[in-house]
T-cell receptor, first 112, second 113 residues
Framework: TQLLEQSPQFLSIQEGENLTVYCNSSSVFSSLQWYRQEPGEGPVLLVTVVTGGEVKKLKRLTFQFGDARKDSSLHITAAQPGDTGLYLCAGPTPNTGNQFYFGTGTSLTVIP | DAGVIQSPRHEVTEMGQEVTLRCKPISGHDYLFWYRQTMMRGLELLIYFNNNVPIDDSGMPEDRFSAKMPNASFSTLKIQPSEPRDSAVYFC???????????FGPGTRLTVT
């Protein structure tokens, strides 16, 4: 059973289009992180959201943490080929928070 | 800093052989994590260390897997004997104190035939 479910699993779009990917859970998280993983590399942290309802922007990427801190979304405006990769959300374990559960991932391909 | 270093980057071995994966974390980081990534199961935590001490190894699939961290700058993940179902990409990550960013290495792609 996956604690963090991401959708869609795969997404292929044309350059310039907008898209949103989702990270959902039945559990409450104190924070959520979003990572991007490019082929042949390890995941790299994009952002951490910590407050319910929080919105963070990173250039063309907008991250939102749900009010109940059970879900999060990532919106990309005017996607570019450089956005291609696997997007992973991750949340800390409830006890110590020392380790993270990772979501199932969304594989994004942006076609030039 | 060179980041997290893993070796080898690729490993191809036959079933039954011993495999040792190596990791050098970022200097000064207190936490070290070993993950396995497959298409079917995604990114799974195998074990993590705090100050060289194993804290949680509940993700280690079975006794064939073992991990050590003899000092703050080196860790190994060993599989003995290896099986085809162990084929995956294995990542090492390190982190400083607090709930912050994990820095991942480039991974080791393991293929067991």
């Amino acid at each position: 059973t996956q604690l963090l479910e991401q959708s869609p699993q795969f997404l292929s779009i044309q350059e310039g289009e907008n898209l949103t990917v989702y990270c959902n859970s039945s559990s409450v998280f104190s924070s959520l992180q979003w990572y991007r993983q490019e082929p042949g590399e390890g995941p790299v942290l994009l952002v951490t959201v910590v407050t319910g309802g929080e919105v963070k922007k990173l250039k063309r990427l907008t991250f939102q943490f749900g009010d109940a801190r059970k879900d999060s979304s990532l919106h990309i405006t005017a996607a570019q080929p450089g956005d291609t990769g696997l997007y992973l959300c991750a949340g800390p374990t409830p006890n110590t928070g020392n380790q993270f559960y990772f979501g199932t991932g969304t594989s994004l391909t942006v076609i030039p | 800093d060179a980041g997290v270093i893993q070796s080898p980057r690729h490993e191809v071995t036959e079933m039954g052989q011993e495999v040792t994966l190596r990791c050098k974390p970022i200097s000064g980081h207190d936490y070290l994590f070993w993950y396995r990534q497959t298409m079917m199961r995604g990114l799974e935590l195998l074990i993590y260390f705090n100050n060289n001490v194993p804290i949680d190894d509940s993700g280690m699939p079975e006794d064939r897997f073992s991990a050590k961290m003899p000092n703050a700058s080196f860790s190994t993940l060993k599989i003995q004997p290896s099986e085809p179902r162990d084929s995956a990409v294995y990542f090492c990550a390190s982190r400083g104190q607090g709930v912050g960013e994990q820095y991942f290495g480039p991974g080791t792609r393991l293929t067991v035939t």
